[in-house]
């Protein structure tokens, strides 16, 4: 992804229920796209639970979480609930597929 496709998709999906965590929304999209999830993907994850869930396990002040603690959520919880295949699941939640 660009980096104005990152900022676009950023923008898109600021209305995610976990959008208020993050010191920086962009900063999550720019880190799942350089792991090579696509758009819908990323747009799925962070309209999921897993953004409330990352946020949360990082002890951080409300508002203040960073995609390092997103990726270490992912990391920790990939064979637990977080691989491709969940992710796939999420995409077919978020678009109704």
């Not at 999906?13 to 792991?35: E, H, I, K, P």
């Not at 994850?45 to 990082?58: E, G, P």
């Not at 951080?60 to 990939?78: E, H, I, M, Q, W």
Request: glycine share 8%; with cysteine; proline share 1%.
């Amino acid at each position: 992804m660009t980096r104005a496709q990152i900022v676009e998709l950023a923008d898109q999906t600021s209305d995610a229920f976990s959008f208020d965590r993050y010191a920086s929304w962009t900063g999550c999209v720019q880190m799942l796209a350089r792991r090579g999830y696509d758009r819908r993907e990323i747009e799925a994850i962070l309209r999921s639970k897993w953004m409330r869930w990352a946020h949360d396990n990082s002890n951080k002040p409300y508002g203040r979480s960073t995609s390092v603690d997103l990726a270490r959520f992912l990391d920790a919880n990939k064979h637990r609930g977080c691989g491709q295949g969940d992710v796939n699941e999420l995409v077919a939640g978020t678009f109704n597929e």
